[in-house]
């Protein structure tokens, strides 16, 4: 009788200690940071990146601003304290102004800072080879750069590091508009430098190598190798 009250007290001691380990697993990884945006923020391993498992990926390859707007709640669901946002490009290649596409980056800020959430504004990154495009790729960051200085936001200027007289640099980039994995570590290593993540301390930035970028060429979907 009492091997068995023995047994019964160490189970029950064992799953106490069980639940603990596993809320305290849960808490741990209580998502702080969101990264919103499209392909270019969707292909980046954030969590190696910044050396974090905080951090949800909420890039959505060939989204617009419009298709962020529509999925806001998803991200409101998470609970973030911060979110790095980079969308737009995508609304550009399709031809619109950088008036509208900033009209609807504002909307994407004003929801986030009515769920309590820091928004951080990363500039738009310029293409390579494309001076028309890139035109208004400028037009729309000296809108966002403006916007942030007003609101007191955090504006983070990648193109200082990833481009230069208003091109993307050659050596971050696979195919003129997504990044590759050298692009990739010099944006980690932006946002270490720059901003003051909420909850565990950042580590360093590690190596990684980025999936295949898929894309069109010419009606097709095709897939563009590292």
């Known amino acids: 009788m009492r091997v068995q009250k023995g047994k019964t007290v160490l189970l029950i001691a064992g799953l106490i200690c069980f639940i603990f380990i596993s809320c305290r697993d849960a808490s741990s990884q209580k998502i702080r940071i969101v990264m919103i945006g499209d392909s270019l923020t969707a292909w980046g391993d954030w969590s190696r990146l910044l050396n974090r498992e905080d951090i949800a990926n909420q890039g959505v390859s060939g989204d617009t601003t419009e298709d962020v707007l529509e999925r806001m709640e998803e991200i409101y669901r998470l609970k973030p304290q911060m979110a790095l946002v980079m969308i737009g490009i995508n609304d550009i290649m399709k031809g619109r102004e950088a008036a509208a596409v900033f009209s609807n980056y504002r ?120």
Do not use: C, M
Not at 133 to 155: C, D, I, M, S, W
Not at 208 to 219: L, S, V
């Open 107 to 226: 909307r994407i800020i004003q929801g986030l800072l009515a769920h309590h959430i820091k928004p951080v504004i990363q500039s738009t990154l310029f293409l390579s080879g494309d001076d028309h495009r890139n035109e208004t790729v400028a037009g729309l960051n000296h809108k966002l750069r403006l916007y942030a200085q007003e609101q007191k936001l955090p504006f983070l200027d990648l193109n200082k590091r990833l481009s230069s007289h208003n091109q993307l640099n050659a050596s971050f980039t696979s195919d003129g508009l997504h990044l590759n994995s050298a692009g990739y570590r010099a944006w980690g290593k932006e946002i270490q430098k720059n901003l003051h993540l909420p909850g565990i301390p950042a580590g360093t930035v590690k190596a990684i190598k980025p999936p295949a970028i898929f894309g069109h060429f010419d009606g097709k979907a095709v897939i563009f190798l590292n």
